[in-house]
């Protein structure tokens, strides 16, 4: 059974520091694209970073510079380095996913983790 398990949120104050991390187990993360998302109150799921299978990344505008996404295919985890964050970075991340298949994709999700930035 594929399931991907985050851990690592918490609570922290303004310009602290958490890293996420996004243990998969049922699949190989080395051939998926990975992504973490976030939703905040009141707002919807958004893409914070993604890394393809080839090693390539990229960062919604508000995290560059503060974030990094990282993966261990030998552990297969992924990571999301936060540094200096905001109080507007509270939300729940979500661990994504995705590889393209005939006919559609496989598209697998973790169940959150709870970020808080406040002082």
């Known amino acids: 059974q594929q399931q991907l398990v985050e851990s690592g949120g918490g609570l922290v104050q303004p310009g602290g520091s958490l890293r996420l991390s996004c243990a998969a187990s049922g699949i190989i993360i080395s051939i998926y694209a990975m992504g973490w998302y976030r939703q905040g109150p009141g707002k919807q799921r958004e893409l914070v970073a993604s890394?393809?299978?080839?090693?390539?990344?990229n960062y919604a505008d508000s995290v560059k510079g503060r974030f990094t996404i990282s993966r261990d295919n030998g552990k297969n985890t992924v990571y999301l380095q936060m540094n200096r964050l905001k109080p507007e970075d509270t939300a729940v991340y979500y661990c994504?996913?995705?590889?393209?298949?005939?006919?559609?994709?496989?598209?697998?999700w973790g169940q959150g983790t709870q970020v808080t930035v406040s002082s």
């Open positions: 890394i393809t299978s080839g090693g390539s990344t």
């Open positions: 994504n996913a995705k590889r393209l298949r005939p006919g559609g994709e496989y598209n697998y």
